[in-house]
């Protein structure tokens, strides 16, 4: 899940009360930490694969209900899958109401994190930089649910060639250049993202 940005005005699913807070923030169980930091954005690969096949929300880590939310872009379609696992609709709700890559406030994938997170934690490194694609939130039934896997049996996320409850609309594609409005607001959101880690209760 792309970086998020401090917002106190919306609350997290109440399931998700265990998971730890960074800057405010719920942190997704499938972002990756470094150096006492979580990393929006980067997500922990071995904890992709087990959301992927053991049907879990990729933010509370939870089993999936009756609703799966799966965020697609145009890329996920050309390939026939979503790599990122699927959450539970009130999950999603959340991640795009706190995270600027969802909700369209930021228009490049950030760039890409220190080398030493990106050994630890895979990350989707042809994305950074980027400007953002558009993001759609799917919804679909345990019964459309199948993993996608690779000719070498690899895990490669959740196929979309099945039934949609619904598609709506999250974010447009954004423009190819910046102005440097929007570049100043850039760096002022991954600046927000380079304060140090402080524990929070
Ligand atoms: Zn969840």
Redesign the pocket.
Known sequence: MPQARRSRAVRP?A??AALPRHGGLTVPWITGWFDGRPYFGVNFPVRRVQCVVHRL??????P?GRRIGLVVRPADLAVGYVDEPG??P???DYAVAVCPMLNGTMDRYRAAPPAAVARLVALTASRAGLPAEAYDAWYITPSGYHVAYGPDGSVLGIRLDTPVLLKKPLRAAARPRLTEEHAARQRAVIDLEQLPARPEG
């Open positions: 699913p399931r998700a929300c990729q933010f509370c880590r939870q999936l959450m539970h009130a999950c999603l």
